[in-house]
């Protein structure tokens, strides 16, 4: 049995990154990016009007300053967005043009419409005697060959405007890993079945699913594998062929029936760790063989959420390119919290409430619905019987 975080370096360690491919951008959002992308033009591509107004010169509007009178401009073009400009702006002069508008020469400042007055035809006023320029300079943002997204990063909707902006229609990105999901006993059925006695439903390979497709994995069912050797090396022979990573939930401690270590050697897989000193999810096993990865979770469903949001999230995320680990939240403790025995890493629910932490009442490994009403997990080490209340405690978020 090895520490928690042992058994965390190890998986770590033997992980390799998956190969990259292009796709379309529309595509790609939860993907994480393999290449920087650059910039392919200046941002913006010139000096544009950042308001609806007139374009015209600082100097014509500071001369109101010295004058009893405003001063009267003649308003010699219309500039929509899109629009390039025919007519330099001279002394006296200015320009209609709309939000996004090319600035036209000459100008140095745009006039918001709500300061100026139409007095006639061709002709307003400028009602002010000072403006701010209200102009977006070209290249301001980004200049032509800056790099506007690192690679590593996971593809959100604002990168994808971004990616839009510089003509990346086609980004590389790291491919999704496949993995297929099994669990092992004949005491299962499937969740549309109602069970007989002594039977349970299947909930363990649907949570897994789960959690791998908000991971941005790839998961496939393996299905129910019945308690037999023969049964299970098949099982785990075939969909490692089509998967680089086969997770199994049962099977993986000391019964009679408990296979799985045993089939795995047999199969040439090289176990790095069958026990982890950690509660829920004491038997928890990690093998491979040449580049495909073979994870046993304990039945227990609490188990088994806990340690794939732990264990096997960690990998698949560095394995995909994730480079940043999931942020963590520090919050102090709403009340006391003791336990009894202190021999392995506990991880218990909690609740986030006003800023405190609360931990949830579970009654064990197999009381997934504790974890219903929990927004996150945090952590007592070895020897530690007490949390006391306002103590700092790291907190691993939920996604919800």
Known sequence: MIPFEEALQKV?????????????????????????????????????SAVDGYACRLEDIKSNSDSDNYQVLQCIESIPAGKI???????????????????????????????????????????????????????????????????????????????????????????????????????????????????????????????????GALP??????????????????????????????????????????KVLKDMGVDIMFRNISIQPGKPTLFGMKGQKYIFGLPGNPVAAFVLFEILVKPFIRKMMGITKPDPLIKLPLGTNFERKKSSRKSMIPVKIIDGTIFPIEYHGSAHIQAYTHADGIISMNIGENLIKKGAPVTVIQLKH
């Open 12 to 48: 770590l360690n033997h992980t390799y990154p998956l190969s990259a491919e292009n796709i379309s951008f529309m595509d790609s959002c939860g993907r994480v990016l393999a290449k920087d992308i650059f910039s392919d033009m200046d941002m913006p591509p010139f000096d544009k």
């Open 85 to 215: 400009p025919k007519i330099r702006i001279k002394q006296g002069q200015c320009s209609k043009i709309m939000t996004g508008g090319m600035i036209p020469e000459g100008a140095d400042c745009v006039v918001m419409v709500e300061d100026i007055e139409e007095i006639d035809t061709g002709l307003i006023q400028i009602m002010i005697t000072k403006t701010a320029r209200n102009i977006c300079f070209k290249a301001e943002d980004i200049v032509c060959g800056d790099k506007v997204i690192s690679g590593g990063t996971i593809i959100q909707p604002q990168h994808i405007a971004v990616l839009a902006s510089v003509g990346a229609v086609n980004p590389m990105v790291f491919k999704k890993v496949n993995v297929c999901v099994l669990s092992t006993g004949d005491e299962l059925v499937e969740p549309d079945i109602i069970p007989t006695l002594s039977k349970i439903r299947n909930s363990n390979s649907y949570q897994l699913m789960s959690q791998l497709l908000q991971v």
């Open 220 to 261: 496939h069912y393996g299905g129910i594998v019945a308690d037999t050797e023969s049964a299970l090396q098949s099982a785990i022979t075939d969909n490692l062929e089509e998967n680089e990573i086969v997770i199994l939930t049962g099977g993986v401690s000391m019964g009679d029936l408990d296979y799985l270590p």
